[in-house]
T-cell receptor, first 111, second 113 residues
């Protein structure tokens, strides 16, 4: 089966750096994705790691270690607008069409 | 710009009613998905479609059916709405190759009373 674990809530200060972790257990693995969702909004795609290492997109970076079944999303220079929920997702072992999402991490950025 | 639209933002229905939720994408994507989102449970896949008239069950298909008669349109049907189907319903689409990059619609918040 598939399961993903991420913290339910994280709080950080504006301008700081925050790391949101995601550990997964899967019988097959095709990559780890990250999505952002503001309250009342739709999830939006942030990044994808198909191979080990760090992917950087502006203030956001995502890291994957397949040997550790672990990834994280790193947000730098936090802004108030980064307050949102962040979901990691892995591809379903029997169908790469399908994503399985974690239950999400709610990030609160304080002034 | 990529666009996925859903027919309603808010919907209130009575128990036992048949409910139709419509989703349209303008990106010529092959794959379309229906999820429901509940607090603390993340997004759970109800059904998906990888081509016109093709569909596959997701993780929680019970009580739902789908229809995809045209490539751009994917409908979710609640045959007989029940209160435990009160939820946020999200539609998404992806191109054939980049299935990890899903584009979501704004969602429909359905309340069944």
């Amino acid at each position: 089966g598939q399961s993903l674990e991420q913290p339910s809530e994280v709080t950080a200060v504006e301008g700081a750096i925050v790391q949101i972790n995601c550990t997964y257990q899967t019988s097959g693995f095709y990559g780890l994705s990250w999505y952002q969702q503001h309250d009342g909004g739709a999830p939006t795609f942030l990044s994808y790691n198909g191979l080990d290492g760090l992917e950087e997109t502006g203030r956001f970076s995502s890291f994957l270690s397949r040997s550790d079944s672990y990834g994280y999303l790193l947000l730098q220079e936090l802004q108030m607008k980064d307050s949102a929920s962040y979901f990691c997702a892995v591809s379903h072992p029997r169908s790469s069409y399908k994503l399985i999402f974690g239950s999400g991490t709610r990030l609160l950025v304080r002034p | 710009d990529v666009k996925v639209t859903q027919s309603s933002r808010y919907l209130v229905k009575r128990t036992g009613e048949k409910v139709f939720l419509e989703c349209v994408q303008d990106m010529d994507h092959e794959n379309m998905f229906w999820y429901r989102q509940d607090p603390g449970l993340g997004l759970r896949l109800i059904y998906f479609s990888y081509d016109v008239k093709m569909k596959e069950k997701g993780d929680i298909p019970e009580g739902y059916s789908v229809s995809r008669e045209k490539k751009e349109r994917f409908s979710l049907i609640l045959e007989s709405a029940s209160t435990n189907q009160t939820s946020m319903y999200l539609c998404a689409s992806t191109p054939g190759t980049r299935t990890y990059e899903q584009y979501f619609g704004p969602g429909t918040r359905l309340t069944v009373t």
